[in-house]
């Protein structure tokens, strides 16, 4: 018998959530074949079976989480006489499988001695496309994904596509049932993005028996039961909070008791710069590159950065130490149906608009699909997060910890400002920043996000200064 153990992938995670199994037990499989769905505080991971054999235990349930070195399955290799021999599973975004775990005796052992720990991607044969978040509302809303047609890139299938598919059951319920229409169930609801994502309020499983409650109640509403005429209950929805969506939650906890978070907020003139970037759009089209602000953004930030050394460091908690970084790996907080997802551009002031342009839709692409490697997503020095396309005013963002400061960008919008005494219009658009108060003083705050300012108020003058 060979045991597959969860391994200790770096990065500081020790532990991992089921989000779902692949098969059950009993079944045969592949070598390669993809097993089971893991979702980490990183990534999301599809580790396969490490030989060719028979699922005889699997020994955590979904939505169980298990630490580092804990058993996930155990497998019975075809080969007679199969010796454990114990390996280590490597964690790959969700889509790729992953050669890991024991191997038998003979030539299968060879190979696998030979690359121990290489990924391998295998594609499953009529399985549907979906991102781990919208399989687990399929599961909560007892739907059979495999049935749900996809209407996403290359055919995955979306929330939007779960609500179509259950309006489709509803209505073909209530149009066989018209005489009983107030009494025709329904699969389960979704929400809206802000409600499906936050799970404000819910409950949360921390046990296996408030686990089996969770499961039991997730994604159907409570129906109101009227006594006397008056309504007895509330109709509410209780969805587990799991995978992306708890490590997140998690992580902002984690931030907000550490770091004493202080917000300034100041407004910047777009008008230059969005002369320069309509000029530039043309040379970016002929390359097929979509041209937004955000690299000017990025390179404005990187300048004031190697001038502020503050805001690109960290505290070391453990050796009481202050980190200054000489490197630049900045963070762009990426909106997806998982989550909030910070894929990193890894030294962005070597690289120039059109290039980091590029890289910024990749990156974007990658994590709205859940397939950013563990390398995508680590090693940043300081984050921004544009929720400007979204609207709003200004907001106070939360420090992705252990960084010192994150730069928020809004809206642009036309107003009227004063120039010279007279009232003008011009497009404005509020930045903020959130700073480590034990790092950064308020002065130092303030002038950094005066020199961004200037560099994004006369773009002639940013282009002078890019390394």
Not at 40 to 49: I, M, Q, R
Not at 265 to 279: P, S
Not at 330 to 338: K, R, S, V
Request: hydrophobic share 40%; glycine share 8%; charged share 25%.
């Amino acid at each position: 018998m060979v045991e597959f153990k969860l391994a200790d992938i770096g990065e500081g995670m020790h532990e991992g959530e089921i989000t779902r199994w692949l098969v059950k037990e009993g079944d045969r499989v592949e070598r390669d074949q993809p097993v089971v769905e893991v979702q980490t505080d990183k990534v999301n991971a599809e580790l396969a079976s490490p030989v060719t054999g028979t699922i005889r235990k699997i020994l955590h349930a979904e939505g169980e989480t298990v630490e580092v070195g804990s058993t996930l399955f155990i497998i019975e290799p075809e080969s007679e006489g199969a010796a454990v021999a114990v390996r280590p599973v490597i964690e790959q975004p969700a889509g790729s499988a992953v050669a890991a775990g024991q191997t038998a005796a003979g030539r299968e052992v060879a190979e696998l001695e030979a690359a121990p720990r290489a990924a391998m991607a295998v594609q499953r044969e009529r399985r549907v496309l979906a991102t781990p978040h919208v399989r687990r509302l399929a599961r909560e809303m007892q739907i059979d994904i495999e049935q749900v047609p996809g209407t996403g890139p290359v055919g995955r299938v979306t929330e939007e596509d779960l609500r179509r598919f259950v309006q489709a059951l509803q209505s073909g319920v209530q149009s066989g049932r018209k005489a009983d229409v107030g009494h025709v169930g329904h699969v389960g609801h979704v929400g809206h993005q802000g409600e499906t994502d936050a799970g404000s309020g819910r409950g949360t499983a921390t046990s296996g028996e408030a686990s089996r409650q969770s499961e039991q109640t997730a994604g159907h509403a409570v129906p109101p039961v009227a006594t006397g005429g008056r309504m007895a209950e509330e109709p509410e929805e209780r969805i587990p909070l799991r995978g992306i969506r708890k490590k997140i939650a998690e992580h902002m906890v984690k931030s907000v008791s550490i770091i004493p978070h202080v917000t300034h907020v100041d407004e910047v003139e777009m008008d230059a710069l969005i002369a320069l970037r309509d000029r530039l759009k043309v040379y970016a089209e002929e390359r097929q590159i979509r041209l937004t602000f955000l690299p000017f953004f990025i390179k404005a930030l990187v300048i004031a950065l190697k001038e502020f050394a503050m805001l690109n460091a960290s505290i070391d908690d453990a050796s009481g130490e202050i980190v200054l970084k000489r490197y630049y790996h900045i963070g762009i907080a990426t909106d997806t149906e998982d989550g909030l997802i910070v894929p990193v551009i890894k030294h962005a002031d070597r690289k120039t608009i059109f290039q980091l342009a590029e890289e910024i839709s990749q990156l974007a692409a990658l994590a709205r699909q859940g397939k950013l490697k563990l390398e995508q997503i680590t090693g940043g020095t300081f984050t921004i997060s544009n929720v400007g396309p979204i609207g709003g005013l200004y907001a106070t963002p939360i420090i992705n910890h252990p960084e010192a400061a994150i730069l928020g960008l809004h809206k642009m919008e036309p107003r009227m400002v004063v120039r010279d005494g007279q009232g003008v219009i011009r497009t404005m658009m509020h930045i903020s920043l959130s700073f480590d108060h034990r790092l950064i003083d308020g002065a130092t705050a303030v002038r950094f996000t005066n020199r961004i300012k200037e560099l994004l108020e006369n773009p002639d003058r940013l282009f002078l200064e890019m390394a």
